[in-house]
C-alpha cells in the first residue's frame, strides 16, 4: 500500500498547492475528470469559467449591431459558425488541461498522478478506481480540493430525458433553434445570454418571482425587467414533469395562471450545484459534513480529521475560483508552516455575472442590511448620469451603494452594467483596507470623462452625517 507525504483530491486549485518548496515531499495527486471529457484541471478551467468567459465575449460581440442602431450605425451579423467558435476555445482549453495532465504524469519526479475515481476507506486511507484496477493509498496528510457537480433537480421524469449542465452545453454539436434553461441564478443568466446572442430562441424558466433573487433587490429586479424583454421569462413556475417526444423535450409547469407546457430541442439544467463530498465518501473518511453536504472547515481550512484540510467548492460557502485560490494560497502555507498556521479571509468576497449586463457585487445588500439591523444610507448612480454613460448611450445601468451613514465605512457595492467586475474592482479595495467614502471621494483625481466617475459620483451623493 503506497504511502506519500500529502495526497491532494482535485486537479483544480489544489493542483496549485505544490512549488519548489513541496520538492521533497512525496506527493500523489487524485483527479477523476472533468465534465464530459473527463479533462485534467478543475471545473474553472474546463467546464466553468475560463471557458464560459470566452463564450461570453463572443456573445457581447454578436449582440453588437443591436447597439450599433442607436447610435447611429447601422450593423450587420451575418453568421454565427458555432462549431468554429466552441473549437477555438476548447482547442485552448483542451490542450492546457492534456499539458497539465502530462507534466503530473511525466514530468515531477516527486509527484505521481492517480487518474480515477476514489473513495475514502478509512481515516487517512483512499482508494482510486484506476484503468489497471482499484489501488490503495495513504498519507501523512490530505487536502481535499474534490469541487462540486451540477445538481440534478427532482422533476418527474427528469432522469429519461437527455438533458445538459454546464458541463457539457459548450461542447454541442450544433446549436438548436430553441433551449430552455431550467433555472434562475448565475449559471442559467450567463447561458441565457450566450445561447441568445448566437441565434438560439431561450425560455428561463425560475421558481422564484425574479431572476439573481441572491442579488440586491434592485439590481436583481433591473436585471429581471431587462431579461423579459430579451428572452421568455416564465417566473414563479413549478416543475410538474418533463419528457422527450422524439426531437422535442416539453416542460411541464404549474404557474400562477395554472398549468402551461413549454417546449425546445435542448434542455439546459442550472439550478445549482452540489459538493462532491459524497462521491469521495468524506464521512468514510472520519470527516464531519455540513447537511449542505460541504465538508467542515475551520479558519485555517482544517476538517474534523487531524493531517486532512480541504478548500473550494467541496467546503467552502463561497463557490468561486478566486476563493478557492485564497485558500489554496492559505492551505499552502499551513502544511509548510504546521507551527504558524493563518485564517483564511472571507470577509469581503467579491463576484461577478457575466450576462447582459453585467453585474458585480461586494459586501451587503440592502435586503441583508434591514435583515441584520445595519445602519445605512444608500446611493444609487445612473451610469446615464457620467459622461461616458452619455456616449455609451446607456439608460438602464447603475451603481448601488450602502454606507455607514456616521463615519462613511462601505458596507456594500453593487453594480449592473458595462464593465461591472472592472468598474468594482477599486470598492473592493476600499473596503478590504478600510478606505471610507469621503477619503475615497476626494482623496484621488478621478479621470474625466471615463466609467470610474460613477464611483465618484455615487461615493460624493452618500448622504452621511456631518464631520
Not at 453568421?79 to 515531477?108: K, L, M, N, P, Q
Not at 519526479?109 to 492517480?114: K, R
Not at 421558481?207 to 428572452?231: H, K, N
Not at 492559505?330 to 508552516?337: F, I, M, R, Y
Request: net charge negative; glycine share 10%; with cysteine.
Amino acid at each position: 500500500m503506497p504511502h506519500f507525504d500529502l495526497v491532494i483530491i482535485g486537479s483544480g486549485s489544489g493542483n496549485s498547492i505544490l512549488d519548489e518548496r513541496f520538492d521533497d515531499w512525496n506527493v500523489a495527486i487524485v483527479e477523476k475528470g472533468v465534465g464530459s471529457t473527463g479533462n485534467y484541471g478543475g471545473t474553472c478551467l474546463n467546464v466553468g469559467c475560463i471557458p464560459t468567459k470566452m463564450f461570453v465575449h463572443t456573445a457581447d460581440t454578436a449582440s453588437s449591431p443591436g447597439v450599433g442602431t442607436k447610435l447611429g450605425v447601422d450593423l450587420e451579423l451575418r453568421d454565427v459558425r458555432w462549431r468554429d467558435i466552441r473549437d477555438r476555445i476548447f482547442g485552448r482549453i483542451d490542450a492546457i488541461s492534456d499539458g497539465g495532465r502530462r507534466y503530473r504524469a511525466e514530468g515531477s519526479a516527486n509527484v505521481t498522478l492517480f487518474q480515477g475515481e476514489a473513495r475514502f476507506t478509512g481515516v487517512k486511507e483512499l482508494t482510486v478506481a484506476t484503468g489497471s484496477g482499484p489501488e490503495t493509498i495513504t498519507a501523512d496528510r490530505f487536502v481535499v480540493a474534490a469541487g462540486g457537480r451540477p445538481a440534478t433537480p427532482d422533476i418527474p421524469g427528469i432522469d429519461a430525458v437527455d438533458f445538459h449542465t454546464s458541463d457539457s452545453v459548450m461542447r454541442l454539436d450544433e446549436l438548436p433553434a430553441r433551449m430552455i434553461i431550467l433555472g434562475s441564478g448565475f449559471i442559467g443568466a450567463e447561458f441565457a445570454h450566450v445561447l441568445s446572442a448566437l441565434g438560439v430562441e431561450v425560455t428561463v424558466v425560475a421558481r422564484s418571482g425574479a431572476l439573481l433573487r441572491a442579488e440586491d433587490e434592485d439590481v436583481s429586479q433591473r436585471f429581471t425587467e431587462l431579461a423579459q424583454a430579451r428572452w421568455d421569462v416564465r417566473l414563479n413556475r413549478k416543475q410538474t414533469g418533463v419528457e422527450r417526444d422524439g426531437d422535442v423535450v416539453r416542460l411541464h409547469l404549474e404557474g400562477p395562471d395554472g398549468a402551461e407546457t413549454v417546449e425546445a430541442e435542448q434542455l439546459l439544467v442550472a439550478v445549482g450545484r452540489t459538493p462532491n463530498s459524497d462521491l469521495i465518501d468524506a464521512v468514510s473518511g472520519g470527516l464531519k459534513v455540513r447537511e449542505d453536504g460541504k465538508i467542515e472547515v475551520d479558519a485555517e481550512q482544517r476538517t474534523s480529521v487531524d493531517g486532512v484540510w480541504a478548500l473550494g467548492d467541496v467546503s467552502s460557502d463561497h463557490e468561486l475560483k478566486h476563493v478557492a485560490n485564497h485558500e489554496q494560497r492559505v492551505v499552502q502555507h499551513n502544511l509548510l508552516h504546521p507551527d504558524e498556521l493563518i485564517d483564511s479571509d472571507h470577509t469581503y468576497v467579491p463576484h461577478a455575472v457575466f450576462s447582459s449586463p453585467q453585474i458585480a457585487a461586494v459586501g451587503l445588500t440592502e435586503q441583508q442590511a434591514r435583515e441584520q439591523g445595519v445602519d445605512y444610507v444608500t446611493k444609487i448612480q445612473n451610469y446615464g448620469d457620467i459622461a461616458y454613460g452619455w456616449a455609451m448611450e446607456d439608460t438602464t445601468g447603475f451603481l448601488k451603494l450602502l454606507a455607514d451613514p456616521a463615519d462613511g465605512t462601505i458596507l456594500g457595492a453593487h453594480i449592473i452594467g458595462p464593465q461591472a467586475p472592472t468598474l468594482l474592482q477599486p470598492l473592493i479595495q476600499a473596503m478590504q483596507f478600510g478606505l471610507d467614502a469621503r477619503t475615497m471621494a476626494r482623496g484621488q483625481y478621478w479621470i474625466h470623462p471615463a466609467m470610474p466617475e460613477l464611483l465618484e459620483n455615487a461615493l460624493l451623493g452618500l448622504e452621511l452625517h456631518p464631520e
